[in-house]
């Protein structure tokens, strides 16, 4: 009797949602859930909802645009490799 095994495609390739790759979704994420609790704050403070919501929706608009610009700018694991060459000191990198 033979047995017929499954192959899963694609195991070992990153994430990818909508040209974000990796860590970036959750950056993405994390952003809109503080604009939408930044909203929250704002409007339950009493301020305008003409003033809360174009104020929302510039600072959401601003962080998708720039998480997308640091997806195509550094790739998948780029900004973690960044990040830790800046973290080293000065001494140890002469």
């Known amino acids: 009797?033979?047995?017929?095994?499954?192959?899963?495609?694609g195991v070992e390739r990153p994430v990818v949602f909508r040209g974000l790759r990796a860590q970036y979704i959750w950056w993405l994420g994390g952003g809109i859930l503080c604009c939408l609790l930044l909203f929250a704050f704002l409007y339950i403070a009493g301020i305008s909802m003409l003033?809360?919501?174009?104020?929302?929706?510039?600072?959401?608009?601003?962080?998708?645009?720039?998480?997308?610009?640091?997806?195509?700018?550094?790739?998948?694991?780029?900004?973690?490799k960044k990040m830790a060459a800046n973290a080293v000191p000065k001494w140890v990198k002469a």
């Open 51 to 80: 003033v809360c919501l174009p104020l929302v929706f510039v600072l959401a608009g601003v962080w998708i645009w720039q998480v997308y610009r640091l997806s195509k700018r550094y790739g998948e694991h780029g900004l973690m």
């Open 1 to 9: 009797m033979n047995s017929v095994y499954q192959i899963n495609k």
